[in-house]
């Protein structure tokens, strides 16, 4: 199931308002849904993607999420409403939880995701 790019953002919306407003500190640049898929240029092209971006640079800070990478996981996934709900509910609190780190100066996350990035590619290599 496809989800339009209209449903994503409703959906979206509704998720922002369940985080308590302390988490929107210095978000100057807020949350976007971009149409875009992001493939990611370390992986061979369809099987990686971003599906979101805590930023934090001279525009200020803000969360891109790419609703392109989601529907691209959605179809080779076959994914349901409900998928469509964790996913982006999971990467929604993700990049939040790398902006809140980011305000407290620590890296905990980024580090994780790092890791995470290693092993899959370990994964990948062996024969």
Known sequence: MILTFDQV????DEMAEE???EFYQDLNGGVCLLP????DPDFPEGEMYILGEYCNDMMGRYINLYY???AALAEQEDWTEEDWEDELWETFA???THHVEGLAGERGLEIKDEAFLEEYRAQREEP
């Open 9 to 12: 953002g409703e959906l979206l």
């Open 19 to 21: 985080f308590p407003q």
């Open 36 to 39: 875009e898929a992001k493939p």
């Open 68 to 70: 392109g990478s989601f």
């Open 94 to 96: 993700h990049e939040f």
